[in-house]
């Protein structure tokens, strides 16, 4: 794909952009990426933020990240285990997707 500024729109060179940025400023990390997220439907900035989780080595890793920055989780009893491998994939596995890319795992809502 030639990634023209007069073949996208402006929505997609925002996009681009921000792709940009996020691989250091890696023209061709930045397409082959911006292409992934058009097969996942994220085609704007806006469906970017409103998609993009974070990035981790795992599931799990993701997981509890991802609880403990929305239910504040730090305040965990230190005898209590949560089985974040076991809750990704018995609930939170249909709430997200991840593209690999660049050895890396992107989390991203199903919902945005």
């Known amino acids: ?61 993701f997981l509890e990240e991802y609880l403990t920055d929305i239910y504040e989780l730090q305040d965990v009893p230190s005898g209590l285990v949560i089985d974040y491998d076991a809750s990704w994939e018995r609930n939170y596995r249909y709430d997200f997707f991840v593209i690999e890319f660049g050895g890396d795992r992107y989390y991203f809502s199903n919902v945005f």
């Open 1 to 61: 794909m030639n990634m023209t500024t007069s073949t996208l729109t402006t929505e997609s060179v925002e996009l681009f952009e921000e792709i940009r940025d996020l691989m250091d400023d890696d023209y061709s990390k930045a397409v082959t990426f911006c292409k992934l997220l058009k097969d996942e439907g994220i085609e704007t900035v806006d469906q970017w933020i409103d998609s993009y989780c974070g990035v981790n080595d795992n599931n799990a890793q």
